[in-house]
């Protein structure tokens, strides 16, 4: 009740101002668990007293900075691959999104046509906007037939963000319209433990075996992990980790297909496009709520 409460009350605005300080500290946790750093080592280096840091991090994470860090160790995802063996294979059985509830968190999808992928975005209108989220800046870019983009903002360069959605549709025209993406902020992000998120279109473009994954990636449940080899067996070809994981890489829709849900089979948290101290604290922030 308390992780689900303390998400209600802040905005996304507010959890993305709180979210520098927490990515710098898990940067700082990572680089520094050798040692086995203290509270007080931690608050020091973002510049907080430990009062001030314990209050942040528990505002924004809706529980302690050592419970949650107890969900981003190796322990832990081993636990998550072990329970997923289970779990996942009773919830794809079921032919449900969840294994807590018949409607959990979905997308709905259209994947591009042949044509479209090779005229590489000719004649296409893509309305983009810059917003805070729980997990920092990120771009959305829209079509008029579902988002074709999610990215965060590394380093603050909205510059190179930009540059990069660009490249993945040379052809299109693009329009910054921050008012026609400003309405998906709440309905991707803002959400509390037992809602359910709307059905948001996504636009796809990417290869037969790209849609795959991905359509493979949006059944993996909130709260969960799967390594790379499970999702290769999840779409027929279990041979194919090494693939599944350069597809998983290359998503074009950050946290509404869940990339960050796919870890290493050894335990390890594993690479992520946008930063591996954004994944360790999208996954601790979801294991948090989403119990």
């Excluded at 999840?234 to 998983?248: D, E, F, H, M, Y």
Aim: with cysteine; proline share 5%.
């Amino acid at each position: 009740m308390v992780a689900k409460l303390a998400h209600a009350e802040l905005s996304v605005a507010e959890l993305s101002a709180d979210y520098g300080r927490i990515e710098a500290a898990i940067l700082y946790l990572e680089q520094n668990f050798q040692t086995q750093p203290t509270l007080a080592d931690v608050a020091a280096h973002v510049g907080l007293s430990e009062y001030h840091f314990q209050r942040l991090f528990s505002r924004w994470a809706g529980t302690s900075p050592k419970r949650f860090l107890q969900f981003l160790t190796i322990q832990h995802s081993k636990k998550l691959l072990a329970d997923s063996q289970t779990i996942l294979d009773a919830t794809y059985e079921a032919g449900l999104s969840s294994p807590s509830r018949l409607h959990d968190l979905f997308v709905t999808h259209e994947a591009i046509t042949p044509g479209e992928f090779k005229q590489k975005g000719a004649g296409l209108t893509i309305q983009y906007g810059f917003h805070t989220s729980p997990f920092g800046n990120c771009l959305i870019a829209l079509t008029e037939r579902g988002i074709c983009g999610l990215q965060f903002v590394a380093d603050g360069d909205r510059a190179a963000t930009l540059a990069e959605l660009k490249a993945s549709w040379p052809q299109a025209e693009f329009v910054e319209d921050n008012g026609a993406t400003r309405p998906f902020i709440n309905p991707i992000f803002n959400l509390s433990e037992g809602e359910e998120r709307p059905s948001l279109p996504l636009y796809l473009k990417g290869t037969n075996f790209q849609i795959q994954v991905w359509q493979a990636l949006l059944k993996i449940p909130v709260g969960t992990a799967v390594s790379y080899g499970t999702v290769a067996q999840l779409i027929g070809n279990p041979k194919a980790s090494r693939a599944v994981g350069s597809a998983t890489g290359s998503n074009p829709i950050g946290y509404l297909i869940p990339c960050h849900r796919v870890i290493r089979q050894a335990g390890n948290l594993g690479d992520y496009r946008w930063g591996s101290s954004r994944k360790k604290a999208i996954l601790g922030w979801e294991a948090a709520h989403f119990r």
